[in-house]
Each structure stands twice: as structure tokens, then as C-alpha cells.
T-cell receptor, first 116, second 111 residues
Framework: GAVVSQHPSWVICKSGTSVKIECRSL??????MFWYRQFPKQSLMLMATSNEGSKATYEQGVEKDKFLINHASLTLSTLTVTSAHPEDSSFYIC????????????FGPGTRLTVT | QKEVEQDPGPLSVPEGAIVSLNCTYSNSAFQYFMWYRQYSRKGPELLMYTYSSGNKEDGRFTAQVDKSSKYISLFIRDSQPSDSATYLCAMRSGGSYIPTFGRGTSLIVHP
């Protein structure tokens, strides 16, 4: 399967600060990146889809000015949570697309964000 | 009604038991069906995928899809404590690369 890394794996920040999460596809070129959020004991919820070199498409209810996504290269995408609040505390997972296999979707190891 | 329904559990079984995990769905356009395993604080790992109806076996895992009933299952034979995790079903239509996920079922296999 595809090799995906995320950094950091766990971050604690104070309310009002911004946090950047990096997602790297290590062994293929990801033309598309999906960003998910997962609350405890809940399913994965798609936040946004980004294509390399273009603006991300956000799902309904997700604030694009709060969750900034940059997909500047085929191997790196970043999610920045701006002015974080405790309710933003969650598990954020990236999933690259463009692996050439239409049925397989791989996920990064996830980043746990805790906002105090 | 959610598009994909999955009992969150937890499901607790003794080591060696046969485990049955299930999902139901309402969207008849779904054609691709996946099962993911997610350990605590880790990203989901693809276990099985099937296209349309039928069965697929891989080692101790068997995935079944019954499109007429809109029902999918994952069976785990000879369950091990290392199988303890959350299992998520996911499915998508042929025209989309974005799957819809179930809530996940927490499985606990005790020695």
C-alpha cells in the first residue's frame, strides 16, 4: 500500500493559536489529498478535498478560513487550524489520492490535536 | 436515516471465536465496499475491498456483500487479541472517489 506520513502525531496548543499539520506521501505522487476529522468514537468526516496547485473544496459546514489547506506539491499537503478553540480538538487524518488504484484509499497515521 | 449504519459496539469475544461485523446502507448506487481496521490513535488500515456482490477471502478475513439486502459483513476467524481494534466499513459509488464511512465497531478479543 501507499506510504503516508503525518507530522506531528500529537500536538497540544493554547486556544487562539494556530497549528500546522503536514501530510507527506512518501512513495507516490498525490494529485489529490483528502483531509478528514474524527471525533472520539465517531466515524471519519471528510473536511476538504484539495488538488495539487489549486484551491481546496470544503465540505458543507467546514470553515475554509479556519482550516487552511495548502497542496503545493505532489508529495506534501498541509492543514493549518487557525485560531484554534477547544472544540477543534480532534484527530485529523489525511488520505492521498492519485495512487492509480481506484478502489484503494490509504490514510496517514493521523494527528491528534488538543486545544487547551 | 444515515447512509451507512454500523453498530458501534463494543463487541467482546474470547480468543479463537468467529467474529461477525456488519453494516447496512441505503444508497443503491454504492458499488465498492471496503473494510478498514483502526487501532487506537492510528489511521485506518485497508483490510478488504469488494466490488459489487459476492464474497472475498483473505487469510482469516472474509468479506461478504449482499446488494439486494444492502448489507455487508466482515468475518474474522480464529480471532486474536491483536485483532482488537475498531473496524470501519466504507462504501462508494462508481462515480465517486470519496467513500462514505460507518461509525466503526469496537472489537475486543480477550485471551
Amino acid at each position: 500500500g501507499a506510504v503516508v506520513s503525518q507530522h506531528p502525531s500529537w500536538v497540544i496548543c493554547k486556544s487562539g493559536t494556530s497549528v500546522k499539520i503536514e501530510c507527506r506521501s512518501l512513495d507516490f505522487q498525490a494529485t489529490t489529498m483528502f483531509w478528514y476529522r474524527q471525533f472520539p468514537k465517531q466515524s471519519l468526516m471528510l473536511m476538504a478535498t484539495s488538488n495539487e496547485g489549486s484551491k481546496a473544496t470544503y465540505e458543507q459546514g467546514v470553515e475554509k478560513d479556519k482550516f487552511l489547506i495548502n497542496h503545493a506539491s505532489l508529495t506534501l499537503s498541509t492543514l493549518t487550524v487557525t485560531s484554534a478553540h477547544p472544540e477543534d480538538s480532534s484527530f485529523y487524518i489525511c488520505s492521498p489520492g492519485g495512487t492509480g488504484k481506484t478502489y484503494e484509499q490509504y490514510f496517514g497515521p493521523g494527528t491528534r490535536l488538543t486545544v487547551t | 436515516q444515515k447512509e451507512v449504519e454500523q453498530d458501534p459496539g463494543p463487541l467482546s469475544v474470547p480468543e479463537g471465536a468467529i467474529v461477525s461485523l456488519n453494516c447496512t446502507y441505503s444508497n443503491s448506487a454504492f458499488q465498492y465496499f471496503m473494510w478498514y481496521r483502526q487501532y487506537s490513535r492510528k489511521g485506518p488500515e485497508l483490510l478488504m475491498y469488494t466490488y459489487s456482490s459476492g464474497n472475498k477471502e483473505d487469510g482469516r478475513f472474509t468479506a461478504q456483500v449482499d446488494k439486494s439486502s444492502k448489507y455487508i459483513s466482515l468475518f474474522i476467524r480464529d480471532s486474536q487479541p491483536s485483532d482488537s481494534a475498531t473496524y470501519l466499513c466504507a462504501m462508494r459509488s462508481g462515480g465517486s472517489y470519496i467513500p462514505t464511512f460507518g461509525r466503526g465497531t469496537s472489537l475486543i478479543v480477550h485471551p
